[in-house]
């Protein structure tokens, strides 16, 4: 009688997987039920996910000796494993190198909204004010790394500084350490008093300080952010503004105003003094103003420009114009220039633009490409008109009565100057000229085009 076939131990499923999910599932059960928050559940997982590892690791090494024991083949991790722990690592890894990020930072230079970096925290806000005497003649200088200036004029002899403060944290306790950190700081120095936000006092931490400042009227200003609107209202004193991420409102200003931006909208109303603006501007209104305007650098948005009191200077990439006063408006986008009721002379360089020019006194110089030039200059005294032009019609309109000289030539394109008796006109071999003089002469008008028509005639 042969011997009983003795009984094959079959290896028992690994418990280290379903051991893993459920920590897990209980982690995130707790994060809904808002027994722990969510940041704070990024934060812990970003610092300790290794653990869930080390977890798997005991419970196979304490099956392996069960097995051992037990006289059965110890189960392997397997495929599923194999890539459930690859996703693990990879995840990780990640969650790891995005918590050291410095989000604050990132969402300052993207110009992101701070509730974006909130998602790696708890955000918190908290109130402060600080008063101190202020000197007259003493200058204010104001440094922010994040958050709005709003500056107010008042006829106390002081100064005060509402705080709004945000903090991004994971947890309130840490939220109030930082805000004992952040707290903005009042210096005093040589003929000035420099008001620092402080809000890099706690490091990689995000917080956003708006300032409410009441001073005195006639203290001068020099306000810098790199992330966050500023607004000015009645000032008696010269202006110097720089900020990277935000709009500039300046109202009612006595004095001069410089201003430098990265990014963002400019509004500034009656100033009585000369007005700079340099650096990357979106849409720009400035109207009222006293003194001259000089404006440089790039130019996305919509530009209009009112009542300006001496000279206007503008250049961009694109653009480089002067003029004199402008008692109309002047409105520019990427596309488009116009200017109604200004003192020339006038001068533009320019490309891919139309040009209206409307109730011009002065000279004008105008050089353009692909583009449209109108110039209607219907009031004595004429100026002298220089138009170079290409691929566009031009047009000009000049006084009835006036006396000019013209000079005009176009290629692939005709020339109508049947309003100007005594002026002649030859087209041959595609290229149209027209030359004369129209009543007793004086300025002189000479438009050169290609690719598009002239025409000159008299208003009315």
């Known amino acids: 009688m042969s011997s009983p076939q003795p009984i094959r131990a079959y290896p028992r499923r690994s418990l280290a997987g379903p051991v893993v999910l459920i920590i897990v599932g209980v982690v995130f059960l707790l994060a809904n039920m808002r027994l722990i928050t969510w940041p704070s559940l990024g934060y812990w997982f970003a610092h300790y996910w290794p653990v869930l590892i080390i977890i798997w690791g005991v419970v196979k090494l304490l ?43 990132v969402g300052s230079e993207l110009d992101l909204d701070q509730d974006f970096v909130s998602l790696f ?4 806000s908290y109130s402060d004010t600080i008063e101190q005497a202020f000197t007259p003649g003493t200058a204010l200088q104001v440094m922010s790394d994040h958050g709005d200036i709003t500056v107010t004029a008042w006829e106390e002899p002081k100064i005060k500084v509402v705080v709004h403060k945000r903090v991004v944290a994971g947890s309130e306790d840490e939220a109030k350490k930082i805000d004992g950190q952040t707290k903005p700081v009042l210096t005093p120095g040589d003929k000035k008093l420099v008001l620092n936000a402080n809000t890099n006092g706690a490091g990689d931490h995000p917080v956003a300080s708006d300032l409410e400042i009441f001073i005195p009227r006639n203290a001068a200003l020099d306000l810098a952010t790199r992330h966050g609107d500023v607004v000015v209202r009645g000032r008696d004193g010269n202006l110097k503004i720089a900020t990277s991420r935000g709009d500039v409102t300046l109202e009612d200003v006595k004095g ?17 003094g000369d007005v700079s603006l340099e650096g990357r501007v979106s849409d ?40 004199g006063a402008l008692n109309g408006e002047m409105s ?83 020339i109508d100057t049947s309003q100007l008796p005594g002026v002649r006109q030859t087209n041959e071999h595609g290229e149209a000229t027209a030359e004369g003089t129209v009543g007793s002469g004086g300025p002189r008008l000479q438009i050169n085009n290609e690719y598009g028509g002239i025409t000159v005639r008299k208003s009315g």
């Open 256 to 272: 001069d105003a410089a201003v430098t931006m990265r990014g963002g909208d400019i509004r500034a109303e009656n100033v009585t």
């Open 332 to 414: 520019m986008d990427l596309g488009e220039l116009r200017v109604s009721s200004f003192a020339g002379p006038f001068s533009v360089t320019t490309r891919s633009k139309d040009i209206h020019l409307d109730d011009v006194s002065g000279d004008v110089k105008i050089e353009n490409t692909n583009g449209e030039v109108e110039v209607h200059a219907n009031k004595l005294p004429l100026g002298n008109i220089e138009i170079d032009n290409r691929k566009g019609e031009i047009q000009v309109t000049v006084p009835p009565n006036a006396g000019f000289s013209i000079q005009a030539k176009t290629r692939r394109g005709d």
């Open 63 to 105: 099956e392996y000796f069960r097995a051992r024991q037990e006289g059965y083949t110890p189960s392997g991790i397997g495929a599923g494993g194999v890539c459930f722990l690859i996703f693990l690592v990879l995840f990780g890894l990640s969650a790891t190198s995005a918590y050291r990020v410095n989000w604050g930072r």
């Open 121 to 124: 925290g708890n955000s918190y």
């Open 284 to 323: 720009t209104s400035i109207r009222n103003v006293g003194g001259g305007l000089s404006l440089s650098g790039t130019f996305t948005g919509q530009m209009k420009l009112n009542s300006i009191a001496k000279s206007v200077r503008f250049n961009s990439e694109r653009t480089d114009l002067r003029f």
